[in-house]
């Protein structure tokens, strides 16, 4: 069983810098390790659908939405099991909850999901 858990969410100013970090436990029993997943992050502001912010595809390719392009970064330490979101000149409307996500079995669903991260920009 796979599990996830976020931490570095908190309290920001307008402008400020942070990083989120997600910690990957355990495996599927068969077998895929986590280099073989795909992971992302997604967030969800208060009366907002959830959205996606970045992903990091097994093969090594990396997105982001228009919102957050140039300003957050995704990486990933396979040797660690961990995947990272630093994000910089934070604006208001990235406040939300950040949901850090895995694809584990390679069929394009996001299987496993954290329990999420608050992330508040002040202005």
């Known amino acids: 069983q796979v599990q996830l858990v976020e931490t570095g969410g908190g309290l920001v100013q307008a402008g400020d810098s942070r990083t989120l970090s997600c910690a990957a436990s355990?495996?599927?029993?068969?077998?895929?390790?986590?280099?073989?997943?795909?992971v992302g992050w997604f967030r969800q502001a208060p009366g907002k659908d959830r959205e996606y912010v970045a992903i990091?595809?097994?093969?090594?390719?990396?997105t982001y939405s228009d919102s957050v392009k140039a300003r957050f970064t995704l990486s990933r330490d396979n040797d660690k099991n961990m995947v990272y979101l630093e994000m910089t000149n934070l604006k208001p409307e990235d406040t939300a909850v950040y949901f850090c996500?895995?694809?584990?079995?390679?069929?394009?669903?996001?299987?496993?999901w954290g329990q999420g991260t608050q992330v508040t920009v002040s202005s």
């Open positions: 990091a595809y097994w093969y090594g390719r990396t």
């Open positions: 996500a895995a694809d584990t079995s390679g069929d394009a669903e996001y299987d496993v």
């Open positions: 355990g495996r599927t029993s068969s077998g895929p390790s986590f280099r073989d997943y795909t």
